[in-house]
């Protein structure tokens, strides 16, 4: 939790039928929203981590992260690798690292995220924490799926999930 007023500046991301709203503070990259979610997503969420934070609307000073967000979803870019301001319990930073990782165009599992951590019956706990991502795309959270193959739970919904596998899927060739 924040003690002073931490300015926040978000964008909206537009590309063919994505929305994302982003929002950084001055260290880095801090939320990046679910596929066609309202800009309230983003406001209840800052209210909750950036407790006494101020949102103000910045495309200028967002656009690299935007950039290299619209890169990604045109199959152009492997992961956003931009400065990320996280804000996480120890276990859950340590969740986000091992599922940053996950290679393009790769998957694991939730118990393969747990024995990563040496912590093979934490599966429920690595969910959770997945579940709390707060940088959708930059913290590749949509390459874990369940131990059957199956994708289960992402806070984009679903349908984000299975548009971001197959976009990297199709592009597993790229270089960069």
Known sequence: ME???????????EHADWNLHIAAT????????GRNRPLAELENWARKHFTSSVLVR????????????????????????VPMDLKGTPFQLAVWQTVYEIPYGQTRSY????????????????????????VLISIP????????GALTGYRG??????????LEREHSCLKT
């Open 157 to 166: 919904g679903l349908e984000m999930k299975g548009r971001l596998l197959k």
């Open 26 to 33: 001055m260290k880095g990259i801090c939320f990046i929203g």
């Open 58 to 81: 910045d495309d200028v000073r967002l656009q690299p992260f935007s950039q290299a967000a619209f890169l990604f979803l045109e199959g152009k870019r492997r992961d956003l690798d």
């Open 141 to 148: 959270c949509h390459r874990v799926i369940g131990k059957n």
């Open 111 to 134: 118990s393969a995220i747990a024995a990563a951590l040496s912590r093979p019956k934490a599966v429920r706990a690595v969910a959770a924490a997945i579940a709390a991502n707060p």
């Open 3 to 13: 003690s002073s007023a931490t300015l926040m500046q978000w964008t909206r991301l």
